[in-house]
């Protein structure tokens, strides 16, 4: 069992449903962040949260939206999504501050994704 | 314009052989750290092998190893004595001084395949 859990691990929805994603972790760490990852693209970074602030919005529609309520739990609602959004939605989290950007104490943990597909 | 590139879509190793995975970035920081990170079809993200920006050793964690070229900006992961679970897709990712929380830029990717 990992550390970051994510439900559902997947959804299928239309593009009128309301949907919400989501990730808990159980490392004590104090950041957590949203990564999508599409075929044959990189990760793309979507939103980050540290001690439960969003710290960077990376460009992302309005048609998602985060949410973190506590350092221990994200979500990400989806409302009026398009096919083109159908993708892997990984969760991660790590312990921010706790050292350098060029210390390796600061590794992302992820959840095992949830599969998002898009009618 | 892309920070991490990885240049091999796919690879093929046998069994118990050594196979290294490219990795260049770009990067203006004097601080940054570079890791590798492990996709098996299950989709969890399994972190490998850092290297720090500083560090004047090549990292090792038991058989992966990080050929680290500071000059020509390559951050090579070896893996050595394949196994067929090593199977998987390889993600190289840094993260910079300037990086939000501590969020990583990734590559596309390579596409591992041992073979018996």
């Known amino acids: 069992e990992t550390g970051v859990t994510q439900t559902p691990r997947h959804l299928v929805m239309g593009m009128t449903n309301k949907k919400s994603l989501k990730c808990e972790q159980h490392?004590?760490?104090?950041?957590m962040y949203w990564y999508k990852q599409s075929a044959k693209k990189p990760l793309e970074l979507m939103f980050v949260?540290?001690?439960?602030?969003?710290?960077e919005n990376n460009s992302v529609p309005s048609r998602f939206s985060p949410e973190c309520p506590n350092s221990s739990h994200l979500f990400l609602h989806l409302h009026t999504l398009q096919p083109e959004d159908s993708a892997l939605y990984l969760c991660?989290?790590?312990?921010?501050?706790?050292?350098?950007?060029?210390?390796?104490?600061?590794?992302?943990?992820f959840g095992e994704g949830s599969r998002l597909t898009v009618l | 314009a892309q920070k991490i590139t990885q240049t091999q879509p796919g690879m093929f190793v046998q069994e118990k052989e050594a196979v290294t995975l490219d990795c260049t970035y770009d990067?203006?920081?004097?601080?940054?750290?570079l890791f590798w990170y492990k996709q098996p079809s299950s989709g969890e993200m399994i972190f490998l092998i850092y290297?720090?920006?500083?560090?004047?050793q090549n990292a090792t964690e038991g058989r992966y190893s990080l050929n680290f070229q500071k000059a020509r900006k390559s951050a090579n992961l070896v893996i050595s004595a394949s196994q067929l679970g090593d199977s998987a897709m390889y993600f190289c990712?840094?993260?910079?001084?300037?990086?939000?929380?501590?969020?990583?830029?990734f590559g596309k990717g390579t596409s591992l395949l041992v073979t018996p």
């Open positions: 991660a989290s790590s312990q921010d501050g706790a050292s350098s950007v060029t210390s390796n104490t600061g590794e992302l943990f």
């Open positions: 490392l004590g760490h104090n950041a």
């Open positions: 949260y540290s001690l439960e602030e969003r710290v």
């Open positions: 990067t203006s920081d004097q601080s940054y750290g």
């Open positions: 290297q720090g920006s500083y560090d004047e």
């Open positions: 990712a840094m993260r910079e001084g300037t990086s939000s929380g501590y969020a990583l830029n």
